[in-house]
């Protein structure tokens, strides 16, 4: 992969990668010298690895590169040093020299950290993680001395992970189970995000929990198949959830993790602010490249209208970060091409941004109305059977007007106030939010589709006609 650059004399090249032992096998290439330092080996040859000058001084290493011609220098953690002058200054001195002998310094480091008085010598490459072939292979080595079959899927779901990663889920998995089980390298690959601290796992919620908005579930359904690696059909990528509190959008979004069989990612994006300048932008991106990098999951939203309200004013009230960190967000949302689906939610459109809700942001807008009646039914019989209540499912003409979160407070409080007192101390939303419901109706008329599962329409009677009139039989 550095064949092009070392013949285009670049004289210093920066290789991003948290994979230094792979960065040593894959970087040298016919026609030059490679040599490998580190602060604790010193200088060694990369054919045979043995130690030719012991340096661990990093000035001195810079500079033993000069006295080659055709050489390039895989140089582990030298960024940690650019802080030092005498490094910078060496790094400055020798570039003509490079460029004149055909040497190359080439920089492993994890992240892009140079001071601006070398910034401009370095050019940035990525060392790409393994692909599919490569962990497959991976796993035919594993399993070869113990005669236990590669698994195909169980190296897709391990993509995304440093070659290491992988070998540590693959032995893990043949401890545990004895095979190659997608399931556990899929929760190995889940350290991922637990030591990014940008993001956190949240346990599906079983669809059998969701009480009615049954259009939602059979569009999900529906479009599920997309997701199977051998199809061709296009993936969803993101719906947004836009509903009155406590009808269910949080519920519906976990619960169509376990409808594709995904993890559940929740993204935070106000956590990611950082009071450093350019910090969240930073945050935001590592965070989405972090996602793509672990591939097939749920990532949830929750309440985005709180994240992303004001970003027009950002730039008054906090340098323009929100608006930067939306910006990151959106042009991610649009160019990602890894299998994973953004369920967002919100309550309320009107401080959403116009960007944010244009055509083609989203795969599909659902409103989530008050429940109807035959959803009040189920929702009854999921919390009679989750808090061990007794409301009777006639209630559900009674509860006209309340949200599934409001019908579960009543099937809690029965518990201790028995159902009449409950219910005559509940007062809900449709009630104290009459006007905001009403205009979020309006609203969803002609700009999203209807996610609650409707009521039976009631069946018309014969009509019929004698002297004294007609009525209906």
């Given at each position: ?34 040599l490998i330092w580190d602060c604790q080996r010193g200088i060694r040859e990369h054919a045979d690895q043995k130690v030719i000058d012991e340096t661990r001084d990093p000035v001195q290493a810079v500079n033993y590169l000069g006295s080659f011609q055709d050489t390039v220098l895989i140089a582990h953690n030298l960024h940690l040093f650019l802080e030092v002058p005498e490094v910078i200054q060496s790094i400055q001195n020798c570039i003509p020299r490079w460029k004149a002998t055909g040497c190359a ?84 690959k889940g350290q991922m995000i637990r030591k990014s601290g940008l993001m956190e796992f949240w346990e599906p919620a079983s669809i059998q929990d969701v009480g009615g908005l049954g259009c939602l579930k059979q569009y999900i359904e529906t479009r599920a198949k997309a997701f199977s690696p051998d199809t061709n059909l296009p993936q969803l990528k993101g719906i947004l959830l836009v509903g009155i509190p406590g009808t269910g959008k949080s519920l519906a979004s976990k619960a169509t993790a376990s ?215």
């Amino acid at each position: 992969m550095l064949t092009d650059y070392l013949k285009a004399g670049y004289p210093a090249l920066c290789c991003l990668t948290q994979e230094p032992h792979r960065a040593e096998a894959l970087l040298p290439c016919e026609g030059w010298r490679f040599l490998i330092w580190d602060c604790q080996r010193g200088i060694r040859e990369h054919a045979d690895q043995k130690v030719i000058d012991e340096t661990r001084d990093p000035v001195q290493a810079v500079n033993y590169l000069g006295s080659f011609q055709d050489t390039v220098l895989i140089a582990h953690n030298l960024h940690l040093f650019l802080e030092v002058p005498e490094v910078i200054q060496s790094i400055q001195n020798c570039i003509p020299r490079w460029k004149a002998t055909g040497c190359a310094l080439v920089m492993v480091s994890p992240v892009i950290q140079m001071r601006p008085e070398v910034e401009k010598f370095f050019h940035v490459i990525d060392l790409p993680l393994p692909d599919d072939e490569e962990l497959f292979t991976l796993q035919l080595d594993m399993g070869k001395t113990l005669n236990i079959k590669p698994n195909r899927k169980a190296a897709r779901a391990a993509k995304g992970l440093t070659e290491f990663e992988a070998e540590t889920a693959y032995a893990l998995s043949l401890t545990r189970k004895g095979y190659f089980s997608t399931r556990v390298i899929s929760e190995a690959k889940g350290q991922m995000i637990r030591k990014s601290g940008l993001m956190e796992f949240w346990e599906p919620a079983s669809i059998q929990d969701v009480g009615g908005l049954g259009c939602l579930k059979q569009y999900i359904e529906t479009r599920a198949k997309a997701f199977s690696p051998d199809t061709n059909l296009p993936q969803l990528k993101g719906i947004l959830l836009v509903g009155i509190p406590g009808t269910g959008k949080s519920l519906a979004s976990k619960a169509t993790a376990s409808i594709l069989n995904y993890p559940l990612i929740r993204l935070d994006i106000g956590s990611l602010k950082n009071s450093l300048v350019g910090q969240s932008e930073l945050r935001m991106r590592q965070a989405t490249k972090l996602i793509d990098a672990f591939g097939k999951a749920t990532i949830w939203l929750d309440e985005v209208e709180k994240i992303f309200a004001g970003t027009r004013s950002s730039g008054e009230t906090d340098a323009g970060t929100t608006a930067s960190m939306f910006a990151t967000f959106l042009t991610w949302m649009a160019e990602t091409r890894s299998s994973v689906l953004v369920m967002a939610t919100a309550n309320t459109i009107s401080q959403l941004p116009p960007e944010f809700m244009r055509a083609g942001r989203f795969d599909a807008v659902f409103f989530i109305d008050l429940p109807t009646k035959v959803e009040r039914t189920e929702i009854i019989t999921i919390m009679n059977r989750r808090w061990n209540a007794d409301i009777p499912l006639s209630y559900a003409e009674k509860l006209n007007g309340y949200t599934g979160a409001e019908i579960e407070q009543l099937a809690k409080d029965s518990l201790f106030d028995g159902l009449d007192a409950a219910f005559n101390a509940l007062v809900p939303l449709s009630r104290t939010m009459r006007e905001e419901v009403q205009s979020l109706r309006d609203w969803a008329k002609t700009r999203a589709r209807y996610a609650n599962t409707p009521d039976a329409e009631p069946e018309e009677g014969r009509r019929l006609r004698h002297k004294g009139g007609t009525h209906a039989g």
